[in-house]
């Protein structure tokens, strides 16, 4: 799992941070194939990584170091084919992003009614899930005063 993140999340001004599994009761280190890396987006020097990471931050194809990174850039930039296949990337992620917060917004809407409908006290918790759509478990937890 590699993590590149912004600006240097571990605070030591290292370019990649290699974070290892261990046995806390033992100490003992736990080799399960898995490794995560953090590479500091920030870090620029004339490094690999330092390029890379400068690369990345790049908007211009020609400013860039690496000529595949660049040549990739280019063609999703100024392509008539790029051009379109980055905008229906992009398009997809915002319909991806709306129905989500639909989602979110009818289920908060959800859970409002049946905040009500508990405050009412005249119907049974089955009738509230059902007249709501929530599941039986998440009116309990309603009424319990705890969140859904």
């Known amino acids: 799992m590699v993590f590149i993140t912004e600006h240097d ?6 370019p990649l941070y290699r ?12 080799d399960d ?8 987006g920030a870090y620029r ?11 990345f931050s790049c908007t211009d ?4 170091y690496y000529d595949v990174l660049a ?5 999703f930039k100024t392509s008539k084919e790029g051009v379109a296949i ?3 990337v992009m398009e997809d992620m915002r319909n991806e992003s709306l129905q989500e917060g639909m989602r979110q917004g009818k289920r908060e809407s959800m859970k409002a009614t049946a905040e009500r409908m508990l405050a009412d006290g005249t119907l049974a918790l089955e009738k509230i899930a059902e007249y709501v759509g929530l599941p039986l478990e998440e009116v309990k937890k309603l009424q319990a005063g705890q969140s859904i």
């Open 9 to 14: 999340v571990i605070g030591k001004g290292k």
């Open 19 to 30: 974070i290892g599994r261990y046995i806390f009761d033992t100490g003992e280190s736990f």
């Open 33 to 40: 194939g898995s490794h995560i890396l953090y590479v500091n």
């Open 45 to 55: 020097d004339e490094t690999p990584i330092g390029r890379l990471m400068h690369d």
């Open 61 to 64: 194809p020609a400013d860039m």
């Open 71 to 75: 040549e990739r850039v280019g063609f």
């Open 86 to 88: 980055m905008c229906k």
